[in-house]
């Protein structure tokens, strides 16, 4: 192989190296490419999320309020229940106290 053969197949091989690169740069930049619309839909995305986070949050602390209220309120209609009862309960043995006497009275 003369000095020129080799000067041309190095020149060849250098080519088809320089060829095959540039064309895989264009196929990665091709298929990894994100276009300004794609860009704007994520960032859309984006925010809607944010804005669907916050109102889990906001409905959270609601829930948590509503619960805490109702908790209260379910403590303090138990307590007035318990109260009625014990009221009932004296109220009806102070009427079979009376009902006692009464017949006490009347047979004696």
Known sequence: MSRTELIVTTAIVLF?????G???HWLVHRFTRVSRSDIDELERMAQELHEA?????QAITYLQQREAELTNQLSQTEAELSAAMDGLRDARSETEDL????????QG
């Open 16 to 20: 088809v190296a320089f060829a095959l």
């Open 22 to 24: 540039w064309f895989a």
């Open 53 to 57: 986070e916050e109102t889990r949050d």
């Open 99 to 106: 009902r006692m006497r009464l017949s006490s009275a009347g």
